[in-house]
């Protein structure tokens, strides 16, 4: 069986999907996914078994210059991947009105997607075949989820769901070598940031328990704000600069991660990597950590100010306790 999906965006999205590709897996051994994903997280579809080919598209900056040459002929190639096969099913678990219109409408077999009144783009729902309908009063993993079980007739499941990934990262090391933690001090909105100085007292108690810190980063300003958290504390290490892979297998080896609400934190869960994100002004309820020891840590009123580094520090006492018991 033969499935194109489509789930273009953002990095927290595109690994919330990674549960129900696991569960089609076990309920459909033989099938296989195409999927068609932004060309800036192409990388993670290919740490899952049940993808044969990833199919890149640039929507976010083919619309900059839509027109010119260089975009029209990339955006041709990309339509002749797409249409290479005749799918058993094409799904659409973006939900806007971009994906169903520009990708999933070209695309060769029944298509499936939620509903007017569970898509997020009730437009996008006049591009399917099929129409399904999905609860919005759940976890994002559990609606995509719900989303493939309509889509591809198997029995809803009962567990929590399985990434799928974190296998993919697994390999031998020396104790000593993973007895650090990854700070994931870096996010898009201002407001979602934990001020520098919570996280250099944080740093600091950290200090005498003979734990490493590991600061990855991406953009240059986050590249400058991780040296300033690192400055003159010798056991945090300022990470180069490094690819998303990279990235995951620092993160898939670490003890304990601490983060705010960025899609980093996603790639944390789904790793099965004990975390505790930070949230001031966002509701970890509907796109929080999903997963294995995923902890939020929500101030009392929703600024990230007051979440203070010992309330942080003691709640990474107890994770590490619980880990290593």
């Known amino acids: 069986m033969r499935v194109l999906l489509v789930k273009t965006s953002s990095m927290g999205d595109v690994l919330h999907t990674l549960p129900a590709l696991t569960d089609a897996k076990q ?7 195409d999927w068609v994903v932004e060309e800036g997280f192409a990388q993670i579809p290919t740490w899952h078994s049940a993808v044969e080919n990833v199919i890149p598209v640039a929507i976010r900056r083919w619309r900059k210059n839509w027109f010119k040459k260089d975009t029209c002929r990339e955006r041709a190639h990309f339509k002749k991947q797409l249409q290479q096969r ?10 806007l009105l971009k994906s169903a219109f520009l990708v999933t409408r070209l695309a060769h077999g029944p298509k499936h997607g939620c509903d007017k009144k569970s898509v997020r783009e009730p437009l996008a729902s006049f591009f399917y075949d099929y129409r399904h309908s999905v609860s919005k009063q759940q976890h994002a993993v559990e609606r995509i989820r719900a989303l493939f079980v309509e889509s591809l007739g198997y029995p809803k499941p009962t567990k929590i769901g399985d990434y799928g990934i974190a296998r993919h990262f697994l390999h031998s090391k020396i104790e000593s070598e993973n007895d650090y933690l990854v700070f994931l001090h870096a996010t898009t909105r201002d407001e979602k940031h934990w001020p520098e100085a919570h996280w250099r007292q944080l740093i600091a108690e950290i200090q005498p328990t003979g734990m490493r810190i590991k600061l990855p980063w991406g953009a240059e300003h986050e590249y400058q704000r991780a040296l300033r958290l690192a400055e003159n504390f010798p056991h945090v290490e300022v990470l180069p600069k490094l690819t998303l892979a990279e990235v995951a297998q620092i993160l898939a080896d670490a003890k304990a991660v601490v983060s705010v609400d960025t899609g980093l934190s996603h790639l944390t869960a789904a790793l099965d990597r004990p975390n505790i994100t930070l949230f001031g002004p966002t509701d970890p309820g509907l796109i929080g950590g999903y997963g294995k020891e995923q902890h939020a840590l929500r101030s009392v009123d929703n600024t990230m100010e007051s979440i203070m580094p010992e309330e942080v520090m003691l709640f990474l006492q107890s994770v590490l306790e619980k880990h290593l018991a």
């Open 27 to 33: 309920h459909i051994p033989d099938i296989q996914f």
């Open 86 to 95: 005749q799918y058993d099913a094409v799904i659409d678990a973006q939900g």
